[in-house]
């Protein structure tokens, strides 16, 4: 017997052409009778607009995945999913008006096009929203869930979709060649009944949750699922190697999961992080550092004799080594290796610190000097604090993820300093915290963060930061 259930997804993008089609309208009325004074008549060049948008909607629509009913569960982003196929609508405008060499429909149009559009569509969506919130506490437009497999990836999705009602789906039950115990009433049998059970149920998707070698399970289910038009949507079990920050592309007709996305290692972020970094050094160079620096080397020259310049070997973007440079802080005579080998750390009230030295450190003047190796590309503004070769070699087999750091170039400051992980990390515990805190800025960097992490270190080095030391 087949399984039909009634879709929201004609009634959703009939929804959106619909107020597609009034912004379009809204958008020409507003430039033509406010902004030029004309009067307003639906042409055949409005109507030729209409027809195409409406297209190129539901095709990049169905690109982007705006309709698809997993991706489109949480509102934030649905929505942004919504703006990116409003960018794709305000692109082809421009483009289509430009054809048609149209002459009063110009960027005033688009503008307006896109400013409407993006309102009403976020309003729509809302409301719409709104109203399935309320039919699903009624037990109304709920999708029924089969999970194949009652193993831990089966278990936590369960726990997933109970936890978010919202989502606006129903588990069924469970099918697994072993009954367990802890599924209350939820078990409906083994893997082989899953004939008899879509028969005799009401199932819009099927889940499988199967270990990697159930594969001729896993074939199993598809193949029987397929024959009762019913929906199937597979976990991979190395999901636990997986990040939440992951991605997928295809590689010919091969889809490659990346364990994390590194989106500072895409070209044009690189370049953008790259251009900020060299013209704000260079700024700097130019108008602070030109007079500050001199300052600065006379004070440690006569307060301690030795070199102005501490220069140190460590660790950059994919492990390549570079001299690092900072103002000398500690004695010039001494070793930053015990007598065992072990690298270290900088400790409160060091006594290899001098007097100039611990005003250095503590208002972070003495890592002005690594403005030049931002300037020479060894490292950018803001990210992972790079580590001396030593502490490197101590940390990178018993710190989880420590080596994922020199995927990027290094910073002078980051995320784990400006959420006061700086300074010493004798205790390993201190330095996985730090290390956490890298990987969330790799995987989550924006331009915006690093002007947020930027601003913070410069008020952390107004109001004194207790960890500098």
Not at 27 to 35: E, P
Not at 43 to 56: K, M, P
Not at 380 to 409: A, C
Request: hydrophobic share 45%.
């Amino acid at each position: 017997m087949q399984i039909y259930r009634t879709s929201l997804y004609l009634f959703r993008i009939t929804l959106d052409i619909i107020v597609l089609i009034l912004s379009i309208i809204v958008s020409a009325y507003i430039t033509l009778t406010v902004n030029l004074n004309m009067t307003f008549a639906i042409n055949t060049r409005i109507i030729l607009l209409i027809l195409a948008l409406s297209v190129i909607w539901y095709f990049s629509a169905k690109v982007i995945g705006v309709y698809d009913e997993f991706h489109s569960r949480d509102f934030v982003t649905e929505l942004i999913l919504v703006i990116k196929n409003i960018f794709v609508q305000s692109v082809a405008a421009m483009m289509i008006l430009f054809l048609v060499r149209e002459e009063y429909l110009t960027r005033y149009f688009v503008f307006m096009f896109t400013l409407v559009l993006l309102i009403s569509l976020t309003y729509e969506k809302y409301i719409l929203r709104r109203i399935l919130i309320f039919l699903r506490k009624k037990g109304r437009n709920l999708r029924s869930l089969l999970i194949i497999g009652a193993g831990e990836v089966g278990r936590n999705f369960l726990n997933t979709v109970h936890h978010n009602p919202h989502f606006g789906y129903r588990v069924v039950g469970f099918l697994d060649d072993e009954k367990k115990s802890f599924l209350n009433g939820q078990y409906l049998g083994k893997i082989r009944d899953l004939d008899d059970v879509l028969n005799n149920n009401e199932i819009d998707n099927v889940i499988v949750a199967l270990p990697n070698y159930a594969n001729d399970k896993v074939e199993d289910v598809i193949r029987t699922c397929e024959m009762h038009t019913t929906r199937v949507k597979i976990i991979p079990d190395y999901f636990k190697y997986i990040s939440n920050r992951y991605d997928i592309t295809m590689f010919g007709p091969f889809p490659l999961i990346a364990v994390r996305d590194d989106r500072l290692n895409e070209l044009h972020w690189r370049m953008l992080k790259r251009s900020f970094d060299f013209m704000f050094s260079l700024l700097l160079f130019i108008f602070v550092f030109s007079w500050l620096w001199p300052v600065l080397g006379i004070l440690i020259k006569i307060t301690s004799p030795g070199h102005v310049f501490f220069k140190q070997e460590r660790w950059g973007r994919n492990n390549k080594k570079f001299i690092a440079y900072k103002f000398r802080s500690m004695k010039d005579d001494i070793t930053d290796i015990d007598e065992n080998g072990k690298f270290r750390q900088v400790t409160k009230d060091d006594p290899r610190v001098t007097k100039i030295g611990r005003f250095l450190r503590k208002t972070n003047l003495d890592e002005l000097p690594q403005f030049w190796n931002v300037l020479k590309g060894d490292m950018s503004i803001v990210g992972p604090r790079p580590h001396p070769t030593p502490l490197n070699l101590e940390s990178k087999n018993k710190v989880r993820l420590y080596m994922f750091r020199h995927l990027v170039k290094p910073g002078i400051t980051g995320w784990a300093q400006v959420n006061g992980f700086r300074g010493e990390t004798g205790d390993i515990s201190l330095m996985q915290q730090r290390i956490d805190f890298d990987i969330w800025y790799i995987e989550n960097w924006t331009f915006k963060l690093d002007m947020q992490i930027i601003l913070t270190t410069i008020w952390k080095m107004i109001k004194g930061d207790p960890q500098a030391y």
